[in-house]
């Protein structure tokens, strides 16, 4: 594709403009959006972008079909949570669960794709579902260590406790600032948001050097990357590690953000559905999609269910309707979007909207 | 009228034009040979006919008929079979099972029959084992066999002769003649002195078009123009 | 599983695996009553599974496609199954032949969902993605969650309870071994249907053509066979024996729960 030099069509423009606004919205939450609910959907999509993010560097940018990224997730919110819980709330123990989760993953990524990296796309998606389940089931039964169905709670760093006053005011108690308390839960919030805008950074440099462009020629042409002297397996096998990596450190972060580890949070395949579906809604192949696919589907499945139970109380009478409609079923909608989205705009939002006005 | 006449036949693969526009007119009967450099586009041309790349613009005349975008499936059945050059038997199924697979009926005509095995003696040999486990000259016997067990307007055969011992060559070359004598044969060759023996009439492919057409005896004379064309010397 | 129900396909030899299994079980569990009893329900759970994983592995051998949706046609024979032996509850308890007749009728209920769904899965979901793996493995991913989604509008969210012919209802005491009969009947459904398969690959002129064309697809078409109608076919086929194995197991568990065909 012909893009450097280019002027920017008014659809890349669009889309950089709404990066802007969701950077400004995401910068600035706990002051547009006092509640303890809006918080919660604003860290959710920051971790949500960098996990969706780092999926899409295998997805759209090399064609890597894996079921294994939650499990990548996992290893970070178990480590980070594991070692919380075993060693207490400090951040000796965040340094060591967060570094062990990464460690686990790095090694297992590793195996898994030196062992089938080099085998059809089918063969590697049914690998990395196998190995998936099977984490997640160890994850249930090793109750010891990882608290079984019921996870494990635990009390974060000090400083991200909502008692914590950062600022205080004369009479000593916690300063505010436009109406917003100046407290460990915004350090917390402000930690999610920072490292997650690091880490996406990391990728977004990662997709535009000279890495993202070899990725691209394997994902275009397998064959020929690899006449030209490109060791495809050597940089799937990297790229692969480095997105494990990326959503292991998103979990560590998550981990610390919710206090709470168990597998619905953490290992659930639901999750890697949603991954699926924000990268597929976004667009596969640039990382803007993973941020506007991230914030849709986050906002979706906190709000949507909200307004689909006002929409079946509207068409209550008429057969199936309403049960189709009914909050819990938001996820069929989301199903048949996804699919005609793979069938006509397989590019996603991001990508349908950026190749908009370049050729007219 | 010609059995087979190609008009300007172009053909993409992916974002590759791999045939500019090829024309050539195959009269029924005996065997056509088409020459040219590895990757002029010989085998692309015959899997344009076949439909199993998809041709276009230009028209592929089958007995009057424009079979162009037909499905492969029915340009077969309208008497088309092909010999593609990995010879495409299916391994798993035995020599007989190969063959019954190629009748329209799921039964042998016994005189076809007599008439294979004659051709190919080896096959009656090997009857009933797996096609894998032949030899590759035996492979490629199968796979002419299997264009025959049904009466055909035309044949497409690509490289037959190619990996082969020098003897089977010749058995092969004996069997065509015998082929030709009822059935039209297209054939890509490499194989010159093999191609000389057997055509009557030829075209040479070159990067995609037709860049010479006329007769085997005249081509065969014309040791320039095989030169400038084939890259033969001497 | 699925490669290993190709290889059941091909060589018949591997049928002897089971058995080598059954044997060394043998020596290990010692007490021959129990591991008779045990052996039966191994049996019969394998060729439940059998039946689910066939189609998968027939499509997937001779398509190239493999198929994420085909767990919901298990969770949809299952449910359809239930449904129609719920509906037809009076006929369980009234005699053999009545009780037969509504087995019947949700077998074949499961079984004709499974050929229409089969039917407008290939024509409609995956026919535009041949040959195009990631958007196949993406689109039938798709078609599992909406059709996961639709099994919980439909049924709800509990687990359903599915009747059973009484007459399949119990066990056989033989001295002191204990068989389950609706596990015998499992199993011998199953080899039924195993059988049928090994028949129509290897005696049929479509098995001869599916054989073929899990090889070389371009040939068959160049043999003037028309390769796209026999995918509807085999993939009608592949859903009809995964909702049969859904129904069957449906009758196995007795409680079933919509997230059944993920396994």
Redo the contacts between chains.
Sequence with gaps: MKTTGMKQSYGTLTVKTAMLVIAGLLLFAPFLFQDIRALEVAARICIFIVLVASYDLLLGYTGIVSFAHTMFFGFGCYGAAIALRQMGPGWDAVAIGTLGGVLVSLVVATVIGLISLRVKAIFFAMITLATASVVLVLASQLSQITGGEDGITYRAPDIFKTATKLMVDEDGKVLRWFGVRLNGKLAAYYFVFTTSLVLFLILLRVTVSPLGTVLKAIRENEARAEAIGYRVVAYRTFVFCLSAVMASLAGSVYAIWLKYTGPDTALSFSIMIDILLMVVIGGMGTMWGAVIGAVLLVMAQYYLRDLMGAASEAVAGIPLLPELLAPDRWLFWLGIIFILLVYFFPRGIAGTLMTRGMRT | MSLLSIRDMKTQIGQYHVLHGVSFEVPEGGVFILLGRNGAGKTTTLRSIMGLWQPSPGSVMFQGRDIAGLATADIARLGIAYVPENMGIFGGLTVEENLILATAKGRFDPARLRRIYDLFPALEKFWTKQAWSLSGGQKQMLSVARAIVEPRALILIDEPTKGLAPSIVAAMGEAFREIAQTTTILLVEQNFNFAKSLGRDMAVIDDGRVVHSGTMADFAADADLQGALLGLSA | MDKFGEILH?FGGVNLLPVALAAIAFVLIGAPSSWVTLTVAGLAMGMMVFLMASGLSLV?GLMDV?NFGHSAFISFGAFIAASILAALGGWLDGGVILASAALALALVGAITFGLAAGLFFETV?IR??YRD???Q???T???L??S???I???WG?TPFTVPRPAFLEGAWIIGDVSIEIYRLFAFALGAVVFLGLMVLLNRT?IG??I??G???R??????????NRLFIGVFMLGSALAALGGAMWAGYETLITPALG?R
Aim: charged letters at 20%; a positive charge.
């Design positions: 091909r997937f493999l979901i535009p993605v793996h990631l958007r493995i993406l689109i991913m798709g078609a969650i909406v996961e989604q639709v919980l509008a439909v969210g002129r001869l053509l054989r073929a899990v090889e070389n371009e040939m068959v078409e160049a043999l003037g066979f028309k390769i993920a």
